[in-house]
């Protein structure tokens, strides 16, 4: 629309800003998945939703995240049955004072647990390149890899922005 | 902890106190006291009382949400200026620590109870060789004991003015860490005041010292209300030239100012580098006011013009009050009588030199009121702005635009238009005759003149008749208008069917959306009064605004109130009545090039015309030669990447309400005709000129942000939910998504929370 002499363009930066440009934050949700060392996973079963600490990673392009969790436990048993989850990432422990500084990143997918040696040792390294002092539990019989397909990242930043991002379809 | 009396500081003690705690300001007069030189008497609050105030009142918080709502450096200037008049609000309405309230009414009990005093911020950074900060933050003078507490918040809370933020975003200073002290001062009559800069700032030669002085006070000089007396004393021979004075100035004595030029220079060699000092004469001494290494020496000042644009749109009271008079009783009456010379001169005459004359008189007119309204339309805008921090000092509300309430106008020249859009819906709606014709226009493939056409059908039936006459007179009167490089009364058909989508629920017209017309009773006819004024919820408020005065800042009251009425109808007037005489420049230009076209000079008329380029024409036409043309832009549209989606977006609640309807991107004004009412319309920026398809609008988005834009007041004086600075609305959201618009809490979600693609993997 008009621009002549209606207003001071030198402050009025924000039309040319990248801040909210694709590129933008597909890397801010790159930077929260590769740093942030834990997630919270949801999961479902018999109708009611359940939420668990997990520490976790992330594959390059995003289509994949994946952690690593004993079969007898409760996580396991409803992602058996129900392969619909989402995870939370998030910013809250480094701003604690800020409500507009804090970023978080929920995502939904479908998990499965890997049984292929071949998908296992791939992912299994992956998630020990970021949390190597997990060998011992990753390589336990009585842990099982999870691989989460991912298939949409709700990006959250400044408080009440939302941006929806979709990983690419191959992995 | 300790009360804050160790934060309560004697000038003369404060040089012995880190720059870190006490500022500069503080620190410079208190080394000026230790080498002989007088000040007048005072003492400084450290930074310490300022971090115990903001931690007593939650301040941090407050100003944290509203500084990183969004990245601080892509606000734009009004954004700004609203999160500071926030934040100032928050700091206005916070209270002061007890003890220290009592501190300062102990400490300030040596003088007498009528005492006046200087308030004034002394920032750590404020003053240094590295920042001035001059002009940036506040200081109050002549402040009574009894307001010393509410200046001393003000000044602390200017630390986040508009100023200062512009300020530290340009120089890359830590917004969040920063802290104020504040050096209160006991206020001393004085027949002689000044400013001196010990070495010339404009070319940094320090030979030569430039000495200004005004008779009285000090603030005459510095918020250029006053012209001063400018000298120049050369060191080297010691001898005072004067610049040209004024015949009203009196004659200073040159012995006083050789002598006040001596103590200057001593300064100075104290200091150990060029300063600006401000100074009163008390009739037999020298007073310092204030002392700071000059900054700017040997830097081009280009880099500080933008700021300086920007701090003349915030003149202060005397400068606004002659601008008010100004504007108001000699440029908008030259204006009108511009445009109405022009129109009454009407169409281009065949005489090739008539016509160069008047295309050359219609250019020049442009030129001129162009810069006119860059320079005083613009900052007498800021007059609404400048009511606001008046009444909200005065009355510390809950919400602080509050006083929008008092301001607001069905007088503007755009509530008038669209009042005459109301009609001409209401009329279409009660005719089927009128309804068939318009049809039958519309479906016409030429955009031919609709006056004609009704012609027939005028003769024998009234409501055509009148309906025909209306149209006319909108045409003649409203749309007159140079808008996005051509004249909105040429397409006839846009017009029409934003009429016809109006009429399209008359049942609603006078009730719904569209009461914010506040049409007079009896179908749309203009109210001839301003009916907001008897609106008793008005009424109500501005007695409570001249109650809070009192009887002795009546007169105060009153006319900041007319400056902030005037600067509110002005804000939107002036771009329509400025669209009107680019609209009288564009038939010439045009007529210029269609000559040119005929004379083989040119190969075609462009459809979208650059008003500059009438210059252009009129060199061409006569020297006979092919003209240099400007080429106007078409506006880009970027498509959103699929990957990528907006769930959600914020901004600011610039008219409350929620309404959840499909988004309409308005890129330009002929995505207007796709318009349908009720749609929630997203523009990039909204001007005045082309508010009238807001009466179709059931919310609306704008990239351009802030809490006093057009939009803002269309959309509050129409109630229609709105949500401004957006960053990327036009781009991010696309026309057809599926939109709630929140006007309440300033957010904005797209499309459904559907989870199908969760379900098909």
Redesign the interface.
């Known amino acids: 629309?008009?621009?002549d002499?209606?207003?001071?363009m030198?402050?009025?930066?924000?039309?040319y800003?990248k801040?909210?440009s694709?590129e933008q934050?597909?890397t801010e949700i790159k930077e929260l998945c590769f740093e942030q060392p834990f997630a919270v996973l949801a999961t479902q079963g018999e109708g009611q939703p359940y939420t668990a600490l997990i520490s976790f990673a992330a594959s390059d392009d995003l289509t994949h995240l994946v952690f690593s969790t004993p079969t007898q436990t409760r996580k396991y048993s409803q992602i058996k049955d129900n392969r619909?989850v989402s995870m939370l990432i998030d910013t809250r422990s480094l701003q604690p004072?800020?409500?507009?500084?804090v970023r978080a990143v929920t995502v939904?997918?479908?998990a499965r647990p890997l049984e292929n040696p071949d998908e296992i040792e791939l992912w299994s390294k992956l998630l020990l390149d970021k949390h190597g002092y997990l060998e011992k539990f990753v390589h336990s019989e009585s842990s099982s890899l999870i691989l989460v397909?991912a298939?949409?990242y709700?990006y959250?930043r400044?408080?009440?922005?939302?941006?929806?991002?979709?990983p690419p379809e191959t992995s | 902890m300790d009360t804050a009396r160790n934060f309560l500081i004697p000038l003369a003690e404060a040089y012995d106190h880190p720059a870190s705690l006490l500022g500069n300001k503080a620190r410079n007069l208190s080394f000026c006291i230790r080498n002989g030189y007088r000040a007048p008497d005072g003492f400084a609050l450290g930074i310490d009382c300022y971090h115990r105030f903001t931690r007593d009142n939650n301040l941090q918080?407050a100003i944290?949400?509203e500084l990183?709502?969004?990245?601080f450096?892509?606000?734009?200037?009004?954004e700004?200026w609203d999160a500071a008049f926030r934040i100032r609000s928050f700091f206005a309405r916070g209270s002061l620590d007890l003890a220290l309230e009592k501190d300062i009414l102990s400490y300030t009990s040596k003088w007498p109870a009528d005492a006046k005093y200087a308030v004034r911020s002394s920032a750590p950074a404020e003053d240094s060789a590295a920042h001035s900060f001059a002009g940036i933050h506040e200081s109050y003078v002549n402040v009574p004991v009894s307001e010393l507490t509410e200046k001393i918040k003000l000044v602390w809370a200017s630390l986040w003015s508009d100023r200062s933020l512009?300020y530290r975003l340009e120089n890359k200073l830590d917004a969040k860490r920063s802290a104020m002290a504040v050096l209160i001062q006991v206020m001393e009559a004085a027949p002689l005041t000044g400013l001196t800069f010990t070495a010339d700032p404009a070319t940094g030669n320090r030979d030569v010292m430039i000495i200004e002085t005004v008779e009285g006070s000090l603030d005459r000089l510095v918020d250029n209300i006053e012209e001063p007396q400018r000298f120049r004393y050369h060191k080297k021979s010691n001898t005072i030239s004067a610049d040209q004075k004024n015949s009203s100035q009196k004659t200073i004595d040159t012995d006083l100012l050789q002598g006040l030029a001596h103590k200057f220079s001593g300064l100075e060699k104290i200091f150990e580098t060029p300063i600006d000092i401000e100074w009163a004469w008390t009739g037999s001494e020298l007073s310092i006011l204030q002392v700071r290494p000059i900054t700017r020496i040997n830097k081009t000042l280009d880099q500080d013009s933008?700021r300086e644009?920007?701090l003349t749109?915030t003149p202060k009271k005397a400068k606004l009050m002659q601008l008010a008079e100004r504007v108001e009783n000699s440029l908008i009456p030259e204006l009108i009588a511009e445009v109405e010379a022009f129109t009454a001169e009407g169409a281009p005459r065949a005489e090739e030199k008539l016509f160069l004359e008047s295309l050359n008189r219609r250019g020049e007119s442009y030129e001129k009121w162009?810069k006119v309204?860059?320079d005083q339309f613009i900052p007498f805008a800021h007059g609404i702005r400048s009511f606001g921090l008046y009444y909200n000092e005065l009355l510390k509300p809950d919400d602080p635009y509050i006083f929008i309430n008092l301001l607001k106008s069905d007088q503007l020249l755009a509530s008038k238009r669209n009042r005459t859009l109301v009609k001409l819906g209401s009329l279409l709606a009660e005719s089927s005759l009128l309804k068939e014709k318009v049809a039958a226009y519309l479906e016409e493939e030429e955009n031919k003149d609709l006056s004609h056409f009704l012609e027939e059908a005028a003769t024998s039936n009234p409501a055509v008749q009148e309906f025909k006459n209306v149209f006319n007179k909108l045409l003649a009167e409203d749309m007159n208008i140079f808008?996005?490089n051509r004249s909105l009364a040429e397409d006839q058909k846009l017009l029409l069917k934003t009429i016809v989508s109006l009429g399209s629920n008359s049942n609603n017209l006078q009730d719904q959306q569209l009461t914010g017309f506040n049409p007079a009773p009896g179908s749309g006819k203009p109210a001839a009064e301003d009916s907001d004024l008897s609106d008793p919820g008005r009424l109500e408020l501005e007695k409570e605004y001249y109650s809070a005065a009192g009887r002795e800042k009546k007169k105060e009251a009153e006319n900041w109130l007319r400056i902030g009425r005037l600067s509110w109808k002005l804000r939107d007037d002036d771009?329509i009545l400025l669209g009107k005489l680019e609209n009288q420049l564009l038939e010439y230009v045009r007529e210029g090039l269609e000559r040119l076209k005929g004379e083989g000079l040119l190969d075609k008329v462009p459809g979208k015309i650059a008003l500059g380029d009438w210059k252009a024409v009129l060199v061409s036409l006569r020297d006979k030669k092919k003209p240099e043309l400007t080429a106007v832009e078409e506006?880009a549209k970027e498509k959103r990447?699929?990957?990528?989606?907006?769930?959600?977006?914020?901004g600011q609640p610039s008219s409350p309400g929620l309404v959840t309807a499909m988004a309409r991107v308005?890129?330009?004004v002929d995505d207007f005709k796709n318009v349908n009412k009720g749609e929630i319309l997203v523009?990039?920026?909204?001007?005045p000129?082309m508010t009238f398809i807001i009466s179709l609008a059931g919310g609306i988005i704008e990239?351009?942000?802030g809490m006093l834009v057009h939009s803002s007041i269309i959309a509050r004086e129409m109630e229609i939910p709105a949500v401004n600075g957006v960053?990327?609305a036009t781009e991010?959201i696309e026309t057809g998504d599926l939109i709630t618009l929140n006007g309440d809490?300033g957010?904005i979600v797209i499309g459904e929370p559907e989870?199908n693609?969760?379900?098909s993997?």
Not at chain 1, 5 to 8: A, K, L, T, V
Not at chain 1, 97 to 101: D, K
Not at chain 2, 73 to 78: A, G, K, P, T, V
Request: proline share 4%; hydrophobic share 35%.
């Open positions: 629309m008009k621009r002499y209606d207003e001071p030198f402050i009025d930066v924000v039309y800003s801040d909210c694709a934050i597909e619909q004072e800020s409500i507009n500084l939904t997918g479908k397909r298939v949409r709700f959250v400044r408080f009440q922005e939302v941006y929806q991002w979709t | 918080k944290d949400f990183y709502r969004k990245p450096e892509n606000m734009r200037w009004e700004i512009l933008e644009w920007y749109l162009k309204y860059q808008y996005e771009n506006v990447k699929p990957q990528l989606k907006p769930r959600q977006l914020t308005i890129h330009s523009f990039d920026a909204v001007q000129q990239r351009r942000g960053s990327r991010l809490l957010i989870f693609l969760e379900k993997t």
